[in-house]
């Protein structure tokens, strides 16, 4: 079952080529291919609900600098590693399920320049590939709802986390109103999707040996935040850069669902710091 599971989630995401699909993008915009910056890529590899805001938001709060080790689960194709390691000076490695967004991921960070303070890693996150006690943190944005053994993932994440370390969470939830409407951007049918409901998450976190320090409900901020997104798009139609260049024609569908999961209640967001 897991394996079908994995299956479903690389489907979801999987492009054919995506390095290919990204420069063609960027290059289409009129960026110079060159002399790339984060700024660039910002549109489409901020892969997440109000963007680089709310990672601005949650590194403050878990307080990273140069001195952290961190552990980005889900990377996809690097886009918060990238700004970490930047803003922050520490050294991110990121783990996503999706080889091609591994590869796109270096590629990217080769190009603005990070390589030497990124590295990405195709790998299963309940079951991953590090030793003990490896990371000051452990970060992940709008992952953990692809997987279904949450108990094992965040057993995981506190095994590789240093005693003291931190692990900062920004995550789609189950909202109180009644079930989520697909297509959806993290899964076309509810068989990829694997959302708990806020208590459920802090008994996880407790029950992996997780003390949790800080939680912030974000609901209402990303609800405003992707009402006016979806109402630049309904009038102006995609930009030439976006998520909808990895997500393909359906993205258009999943933006309308999932502004009725927000304004509805069906889904909530939560930014959380959990300690070892």
């Given at each position: ?218 609901t209402e901020a990303a609800r405003s935040w992707f009402a006016a997104q979806l109402e630049k798009t309904r009038r102006r139609g995609f930009p030439q850069l976006g998520v909808h260049v990895l997500m393909g024609e359906e993205f258009q569908a999943m933006a309308e669902n999932q502004g009725r999961n927000l304004q509805e209640g ?11």
């Amino acid at each position: 079952m897991p394996n079908q599971v994995n299956e479903a989630i690389e489907n979801h995401y999987a492009r054919q080529d995506v390095e290919s699909l990204i420069l063609a993008a960027l290059e289409g915009a009129g960026k110079d291919l060159h002399r790339l910056t984060l700024e660039d890529l910002a549109p489409m590899d901020a892969f997440h609900l109000r963007g680089r805001a709310a990672t601005r938001e949650l590194a403050e709060i878990v307080g990273l600098d140069a001195d952290k080790r961190v552990l980005d689960v889900g990377c996809g194709i690097g886009g918060t590693s990238r700004y970490l390691a930047r803003e922050y000076g520490c050294r991110v490695t990121g783990i996503d399920l999706t080889e091609e967004y591994c590869r796109a991921a270096a590629m990217l960070s080769a190009r603005v320049g990070l390589e030497a303070l990124t590295e990405f890693r195709q790998g299963d996150a309940v079951n991953l590939p590090f030793e003990g006690e490896s990371f000051d943190t452990v970060w992940t944005e709008h992952a953990a709802m692809n997987i279904p053994d949450k108990s094992r993932l965040y057993h995981e994440m506190y095994r590789v986390l240093k005693p003291g370390g931190s692990l900062a969470i920004h995550d789609v939830l189950a909202g109180p109103s009644g079930p989520v409407l697909y297509p959806a951007p993290w899964a076309r049918t509810s068989d990829a999707s694997f959302l708990v409901a806020p208590d459920a998450l802090r008994n996880l976190l407790e029950s992996a040996g997780f003390t949790v320090s800080v939680w912030v409900d974000v609901t209402e901020a990303a609800r405003s935040w992707f009402a006016a997104q979806l109402e630049k798009t309904r009038r102006r139609g995609f930009p030439q850069l976006g998520v909808h260049v990895l997500m393909g024609e359906e993205f258009q569908a999943m933006a309308e669902n999932q502004g009725r999961n927000l304004q509805e209640g069906r889904i909530a967001l939560a930014q959380v710091v959990a300690k070892k």
